[in-house]
C-alpha cells in the first residue's frame, strides 16, 4: 500500500487463476506464500510500472522494451504478431484485460503470475 500511495501506475495485475496456477507450481499453500512476505513484496511489486500507460499507449511503442518497475527489474513488453495482444516477458504472460481506470492508474488484467528474473535465478539455484 506504501509503495502505491503516491504518484500514477500501470499495475499488470494476475487473474486469481494465475495465482491458483503459481501455487500449485512452486508447491506451496496461499497462507505459505504469504508468511514469505519479502518474496510476496518482491513479487507483487515486479507487477507495477511507475506512470499510467493505456493499452494505445503501450503499443505505440517499439517493440520489444523494456519497462522498469518498482521492484527494481525490468518487464519486457511486446506484442502477439497475430493479435496485438500485449505480451511479458517473451510470453510469460498475456494482457487479458486491458485499461481498467483506478484513481492512481491504470490495471491490466494477465493471465499469469510474472516472476522477476533475480527470483527466478535464485530457485534455480536451490
Known amino acids: 500500500a506504501e509503495t502505491l500511495s503516491g504518484g500514477e501506475f500501470t499495475i499488470f495485475a494476475p487473474t486469481n ?3 491458483e ?3 500449485s507450481d512452486l508447491g506451496v499453500t496461499a497462507d505459505q506464500l504469504l508468511a514469505d512476505t519479502d518474496l510476496l513484496t518482491t513479487v507483487l511489486t515486479y507487477h507495477v510500472v511507475p506512470g499510467e500507460f ?3 499507449d503501450i503499443l505505440a511503442q517499439d517493440f520489444p522494451f523494456s519497462a522498469p518497475t518498482v521492484q527494481g527489474e525490468a518487464i519486457v513488453v511486446d506484442a502477439d504478431p497475430f493479435s496485438d495482444r500485449l505480451r511479458l ?3 510469460q504472460a498475456s494482457v487479458s484485460v486491458p485499461n481498467l481506470d483506478v484513481s492512481n492508474g491504470v490495471i491490466h488484467g494477465i493471465d499469469n503470475v510474472l516472476i522477476p528474473p533475480s527470483v527466478v535465478a535464485a530457485l534455480a539455484g536451490s
Do not use: P
Open 17 to 19: 487463476g494465475a495465482f
Open 21 to 23: 496456477t503459481l501455487l
Open 89 to 91: 516477458n517473451n510470453g
Open 54 to 56: 493505456k493499452a494505445a
